[in-house]
């Protein structure tokens, strides 16, 4: 069961970053340091973005975006690292 959860845990880690390179290059983008008609920045883009867009419409129906705010990239960042959290303090106790 340790495994398991070790398992979990690594992939759990691999959403957090996939989130945090998306929210960083939303930013870069958005003042103009990264352009998407470069092919790299493009495809690495489109990629996140489509892998995180069903996530992110799921909590979108729970809160919409505010004040042209989107506040789903930080709901499901507190959501992974509750996660993180959980299994960490119990990890152990699987044994």
Known sequence: ??????IILFAVQIIR???LVQVIMSWLINFQVLNL???LVSQI???VSRTLEPIYSRIRRLIPISG?????PLILLFI???VEI???NN???WH
Do not use: E
């Open 80 to 82: 992974v690292y509750a």
């Open 45 to 47: 883009w489109y990629g």
């Open 1 to 6: 069961m340790t495994s398991l959860l070790q």
């Open 86 to 88: 959980v299994i960490r």
């Open 37 to 39: 008609r470069q092919p």
């Open 17 to 19: 970053w996939i989130v």
């Open 91 to 93: 990890l152990y106790a």
């Open 68 to 72: 042209g705010i989107d506040f789903a």
